[in-house]
């Protein structure tokens, strides 16, 4: 499924498919140029500053904007403050660096707020005119709420008037039934707060095991539920929760897993994650997570083995390239590439060999030849790079072959800056022609150039391309004289 | 301040009004000197309803961010928290309160306005930590439905998609068919109700019932509306995930619409002064305002990228002529005219400016060969090619680490056009998003499978190139300069959703029974009953005003798409646009993304 480049370029100016350019390139350019010097030139012309004009701040914050003031005032009284003042200053300039919360207010919240005027209460004589008097004249308060307390509602009427803000008593909910018909009005009018206030109540009167079973059938609270432990921090009774049935749901399951992201300390984590093991997930999470564990185990191991040569000084890979970081807590590929860098030459049966990843996490050819090259490259270890692609066939011959292409080769070669003749060994192996010719132009192969012109009898690229190599040197030579012998088209 | 709310069909300045009146007579309650301490998520949102200047009336004299530690020396009688119930900002409160003071005199009161809605799980956490009592005033401010411009309402309700879809927590749904109450309050009965997908389901269900159980008030203002449609943003899991190509569009995809804000890289604007240059390069963004206030942008915002650059020129030209004017201004007469439109003209020239600058940024980009390389596979997808198999750019893109959620909107645009991905394509994906990105991902790979966007072609059967062709979201002959169809939005891709809008109002539904049944949930119609004083005896020619309300989120796009059929001549629907948040494709896989703990270094 690959497309060469140029079947791609083909492709492109044949097919219906549009791609996202400028029609006429030239002319959108000169177009936006154009209206650049436009209102170049009219600076000089008014010279006033039209920030007054628009009574914007620098940072475009209108003047009396809420934002805007926040900052006036609080530097302004700034001066009794020690230390308050720059702060405020960088939170208040800047939305991006305030932290955008997971949760949000709905789920966190129960609502059993008063009434406000937006919403009931208006005056019924102001309904003719419209205009902001009349607000939320459909909302006004019915008749029912004038009558007093009355202590028997209806678990429906409970649950409206808890919706609209009023005080109530769920205490006389005392049977079973009772509660669970509370419990499913709640749910039916799809407002959180309410559900969760219920579930409070549920949760303070309910035996434990009579609760979950009952939410077993209600996903929806026991969503609810499973919400509200997370963020009051109930953390035992959510795991007592995720060991009933209820905890069948997958969905359980990983949010059992996603625990270990709090435990800072990596022997804990990685106990954490061995007990994780043996929860019901799908199989294919399963052996994911089997991995996760598998990998921080090994990490462990690297870390400890590695901080010791490291500050022993005796290795000189790591006096040479001192680690920026430990590999504890990386992605599979990342570790795979810190191998490769410091543990490349170890045996197969050594943790941190490369060989070991590779078969221990089945880690395709492909990405493993990617991640060896990028880190040999980083090293410039080029023999390294030359094994990597050479293959022996049974008769001893040897043979270059890339999974990935030697086109990328040559790109991830280039980003580690490999010297000309490294790369262009590459080059030369690139398969398709155009794309050869292009990469050994951009990269300033000349040998390979002029081979593949001579290759392909093209003496007019080839007379072209002399103006690229320095007078006198050995390309010119070789040009002139691949041009003296080759054979003149008729 | 407001003149862009009342420049569309419906004018918006009453919802605005009515927001600014509760937030002043809940400012009365507090008698005498205030501090506002700010939930700095709130301070975006508030500042479209209401300026410091409003405040100021109202005696606030100080306003600060809300933090932990003591609070500000301020001199004044009241200190107001205005945040949302959230627990962890119930902690920072608490904190606040506990080191203020006992001993300074006078005293000074504390009060809570929770927006929107006051929380009881708060209220206890906050009486647990001993400080509830402190509080004198706890209150309410009920901020559902935001105008943002003329046609245009938010509830910027961030997890609303991710609550709904993953959490099953549907509060913002309630708060949604409250916004709506809200606004028959204000502009009438809508007389009829379109939905499709199971939230619109509820919203309208929740709207009968709310109606039902206020009996006897009767709503006695004529309508505005004609038609709500209710969108459920799982009927249409493509379109965001695609790059909008309008102006408005790439500016939110690129840098990030935040309650009409943007800010950009301020290299673009430095001073024009000469002189100034050199020294005072400024290193904070630029932050400007985008809303139809501005004449120019509300000409250039919905126009595909490609067509902006020819109407820039053309400005420049416009303007270059008319400051030209002077040098034929003879008389003291005309000077003085020219005098007079010079305020209007700079104004103009500042626009000009500003724009020809961020169309220069987003050129940048929309030139580089990885954005071309993205778009083509995109588009590839869209129009079914190549969607059954392992892409090698997404490959490509893994191997060389670039940014998560790019790889992510990529497959997950591929699942969607695919009905679904192939076991083996999809466990590809998977295991080389986990070796590369970290296996701790997996939680974000199951938040998007139980959202619908990435998954296993369960039925076997792809129904997406059925939908494509019935409602034609593939145009081959797309006109970006004078656009003849709203494909143009994504330079050839028409939104789903959009096209859904399309239809209803023209022929009707009925005509798509059979691919709306392959889309989810259910669709419906409802009607609410009008007294017969109110029913609307429609005029030659009047258009229809529908209320679109996008349960989960809007892109930019979709909504130039709406604005585009809303401007057609023989269209005869208006669109007014409502939704739960503002959305591209990039915040919200970011909302649906498991937030991991930032690495230890």
């Known amino acids: 499924m690959s497309r060469a480049r140029a079947d791609e370029e083909e492709y492109w100016h044949s097919s219906k498919f549009r791609a996202f350019t400028f029609d006429d390139e030239d002319d959108e350019l000169s177009q936006l140029k154009e209206s650049k010097r436009a209102v170049n030139s009219l ?8 920030d007054d004009l628009e009574r914007v701040s620098w940072s475009g914050e209108p003047v009396g904007s809420i934002s805007w003031s926040i900052r006036e005032t609080a530097s302004s009284s700034s001066s009794s403050l020690e230390g308050q003042d720059s702060s405020q200053q960088k939170g208040s300039s800047s939305y991006a660096a305030f932290p955008k919360q997971a949760s949000s207010y709905s789920l966190s919240s129960l609502f059993k707020g008063e009434v406000s005027p937006m919403q009931y209460g208006l005056p019924q004589e102001s309904l003719s005119d419209i205009g902001v008097k009349n607000y939320a004249p459909e909302l006004r308060r019915p008749k029912a709420e004038y009558k007093d307390y009355s202590s028997d509602w209806s678990p429906k009427d409970t649950v409206i008037r808890m919706q609209r803000g009023k005080v109530c008593s769920l205490e006389r909910f005392r049977s079973l039934q009772d509660k669970l018909v509370l419990l499913d009005e709640a749910v039916a009018r799809h407002d959180g707060n309410v559900i969760t206030a219920v579930l409070i109540f549920l949760k303070r009167t309910l035996k434990r095991e009579i609760l979950f079973r009952e939410l077993e059938v209600r996903q929806v609270a026991l969503c609810h539920l499973i919400y509200f432990l997370k963020e009051t921090g109930e953390q035992k009774l959510l795991l007592d929760l995720l060991r009933t049935d209820c905890a069948s749901f997958p969905f359980l399951q990983l949010s059992q897993y996603r625990e270990h992201l709090n435990i800072q300390d990596v022997e804990k984590r990685r106990e ?41 000084g005796q290795s000189e890979i790591f006096r040479k390239y001192p680690r920026k970081a430990s590999i504890l807590n990386m992605p599979l590929v990342t570790t795979l590439f810190y191998s490769c860098f410091y543990h490349y030459t170890e045996a197969e049966g050594m943790f941190s060999s490369p060989t070991n990843l590779k078969k221990t996490f089945k880690i395709p050819d492909k990405q493993y030849v990617l991640t060896a090259l990028a880190a040999r490259a980083k090293l410039r270890a080029w023999e390294d790079v030359d094994a990597l692609f050479t293959t022996k066939n049974w008769l001893g011959y040897t043979k270059k072959k890339a999974p990935i292409g030697f086109h990328r080769v040559v790109e991830i070669l280039q980003r580690n800056n490999a010297p000309v003749q490294v790369l262009q060994e590459y080059v030369r192996l690139v398969e398709d022609v155009e794309t050869r010719l292009n990469l050994a132009t951009k990269y300033k ?15 007019i690229q080839l007379t072209a391309y002399k103006c690229k190599v320095d007078r006198g040197s050995a390309e010119e030579e070789k040009i002139n004289s691949i041009l003296n012998n080759m054979v003149r088209k008729h | 301040m407001a003149a862009h709310l009342s420049s569309g069909r419906v004018n918006l300045t009453a919802l605005r009004e009515a927001g600014r009146r509760e937030l002043r007579e809940f400012l009365d309650k507090c008698a005498g000197s205030k501090a506002i301490v700010w939930d700095e998520y709130l301070t975006g949102p508030f500042g479209l309803i209401a300026q410091y200047s409003l405040l ?15 609070l500000p020396q301020a001199d004044v009688k009241n200190i107001i928290f205005f945040v949302r119930p959230k627990l962890e900002l119930m902690d920072i409160i608490t904190d606040n309160v506990l080191r203020e003071d006992r001993g300074r005199s006078p005293q000074r009161d504390f009060h809570i306005l929770f927006v929107p809605r006051r929380s009881l799980l708060c209220e206890q956490w906050l009486k647990e930590q001993g400080v509830l009592g402190s ?39 309630y708060h949604a068919a409250k916004g709506l109450m809200t606004l028959q309050a204000l502009y009438g009965t809508i007389p009829q109700i379109f939905g499709k997908g199971e939230c619109a389901r509820h919203v309208a269900n929740m709207m009968i019932r709310m109606k039902r159980e206020f009996p006897g008030s009767q709503n006695s203002i004529f309508p505005v509306f004609d038609t709500l449609l209710l ?32 800010k950009l890289p301020p290299e673009k604007f430095a001073p024009k002064k000469q002189g100034e240059g050199g020294k005072d390069l400024p290193t904070e963004p630029k932050k400007l305002q985008l809303n139809s206030a501005e004449e120019l942008y509300a000409e250039i915002r919905d126009k595909n990228f490609n067509a902006v650059g020819s109407v820039l020129s053309k400005k420049a030209k416009i303007i270059s002529a008319a400051f030209e004017e002077r040098h034929h201004a003879k008389t003291v007469g005309e000077i003085k005219q020219f005098v007079s439109q010079l305020p209007h003209m700079q104004a103009a020239r500042s626009s000009l400016a500003n724009h020809t600058s961020i169309a220069e940024l987003i050129k940048d980009i929309t030139t580089s060969e990885d954005f071309f390389d993205n778009l083509t596979v995109e588009q590839e997808f869209m129009s079914g090619i190549d969607t059954d198999k392992v892409n090698n750019y997404i490959e490509d893109c893994i191997a060389q680490k670039h940014p998560l959620i790019k790889i992510l ?27 590369t990105y970290g296996y701790e991902h997996i939680l974000t790979l199951n938040n998007l499978e139980k959202a619908g966007l990435l998954k296993p072609q369960t039925s076997g059967r792809n129904n997406y190139p059925t939908i494509r062709k019935t409602l034609r979201l593939w145009m081959d002959d797309v006109n970006e300069q004078n656009p003849n169809d709203i494909s143009y939005v994504y330079s050839g891709y028409a939104p789903l959703s959009v096209r859904l809008a399309q239809l209803l109002a023209r022929p009707g539904w009925r005509s798509i029974e059979e691919v709306l049944k392959m889309l989810p949930g259910p669709h419906f119609e409802e009607r609410q009953q009008l007294p017969t004083g109110l029913q609307k005896k429609r005029q030659h020619g009047e258009n229809r005003v529908t209320l679109v309300f996008f349960l989960g989120g809007v892109t930019y796009a979709e909504i ?20 739960t948040k503002l959305i591209n494709g990039t915040s919200w896989i970011k909302s649906l993304m498991e937030k991991l703990e930032p690495a230890p270094f």
């Open chain 1, 43 to 50: 600076r000089d012309i008014v010279d006033d500053d039209d």
């Open chain 2, 409 to 435: 909107r990529l497959v997950c645009l591929q699942s969607v056009c695919n009905s679904g991905l192939k076991q083996k394509v999809l466990d590809y994906y998977k295991r080389e998003i986990l070796q």
């Open chain 1, 445 to 459: 192969c000349h040998d390979v150039v002029i081979e593949t012109y001579r290759d392909l009898k093209d003496r």
């Open chain 2, 560 to 579: 130039a798409a709406l604005r585009f059929l809303s401007q057609m001549e023989d269209g005869g629907t208006e669109y007014v646009i409502a939704t």
């Open chain 1, 272 to 312: 954490f994650l061995k007990g994780c093991i043996g929860l019901p997930f799908s199989a294919e999470d399963s052996s994911h997570i089997q991995d996760h564990y598998t990998l921080l185990e090994r990490q462990i191991i690297i870390e400890a083995n590695d901080r010791h040569l490291e500050t022993a």
């Open chain 2, 56 to 70: 100021k009336e109202h005696e606030v004299e100080k306003m600060f961010t809300l933090k932990p530690g003591r």
């Open chain 2, 231 to 262: 969108l459920d943003r799982n009927v249409d899991l493509l379109t965001p995930l695609a790059t909008q190509l309008t102006y408005e569009g790439l500016i939110d995809e690129i840098y990030g619409i935040q309650n009409t804000y943007v």
């Open chain 2, 135 to 173: 509080f004198i005033h706890r209150e309410q401010y009920s901020l559902d439905l935001i105008p943002f411009d003329g046609d245009l309402l938010s509830m910027e309700s961030e997890s609303a998609f991710k609550e709904c879809y993953l959490e099953s927590d549907q509060t913002t749904l």
